[in-house]
């Protein structure tokens, strides 16, 4: 069973929709979620930071963890073509270095 | 704003050929890491870094080794290139301090091995 499973799609949708991102995960010790965003030929960066359970909000986008169901969610509002990217979950254990990676969803936002 | 560089964008290199690519940080991070992404295995962790001079493997350290002579710059080395470890390299770095140790990534170099 791997670690993180992640949807790796694609996923497209039209502008203005609402976008559903989710990572499913098996290791209870991961207190620590986060949602990178990486477009094509860069580098991810760091999109949304969630300790523990609970949401969180920044503008347009919701990150979701539900640490009993070992669920963690992305959810983007009125989605913009420049949302168009793939979206890798992460997460980490207490303590330790390492981030573990889901292996992305590519999501491409139609005009 | 954390700025994380790497040496090169695109590199080709021949079968045999040492590699070495450089990955600097200028935000005093503790934490360096190197990682591969490839198509459908998603981002690997190859080897980091939680101190100057000291280095732990990751999930796929074969083939490869590491420097880290100072903070802020670490160092991927493929001792004799193959063709199979033809990927994308991304470095980052993470801080131990504050509750936010959250990996910040650079943009990555697309190495072609012929």
Redo the contacts between chains.
């Keep these: 069973q791997k670690e993180v499973e992640q949807d790796p799609g694609p996923l497209s949708v039209p502008e203005g929709a609402i976008v559903s991102l989710n990572c499913t995960y098996s290791n209870s010790a991961f207190q620590y979620f986060m949602w990178y965003r990486q477009y094509s030929r860069k580098g991810p960066e760091l999109l949304m930071y969630t300790y523990s359970s609970g949401n969180k909000e920044d503008g347009r986008f919701t990150a979701q963890v539900d640490k009993s169901s070992k669920y963690i969610s992305l959810f983007i509002r009125d989605s913009q073509p420049s949302d168009s990217a793939t979206y890798l979950c992460a997460m980490k254990e207490a303590g330790s270095y390492q981030l573990t990676f889901g292996k992305g969803t590519k999501l491409s936002v139609i005009p | 704003d954390v700025k ?1 560089t790497q040496s090169s964008r695109y590199l080709v290199k021949r079968t045999g050929e040492k590699v070495f690519l450089e990955c600097v940080q200028d935000m005093d991070h503790e ?1 360096m ?1 190197w990682y591969r992404q490839d198509p ?4 690997r ?1 190859i080897y ?1 870094s ?1 101190d100057v001079k000291m280095k ?1 493997k ?1 999930d796929i350290p074969e083939g490869y080794s590491v420097s880290r002579e100072k903070k802020e710059r670490f160092s991927l080395i493929l001792e004799s290139a193959s063709t199979n470890q033809t990927s994308m390299y ?1 470095c980052a770095s ?1 801080s131990d301090r504050g ?10 170099t ?1 190495l072609t091995v012929l």
């Design positions: 994380v934490n890491f459908g295995l998603g981002l962790l980091f939680y732990e990751g991304l993470s509750l936010t140790d959250t990996q910040y990534f650079g943009p990555g697309r």
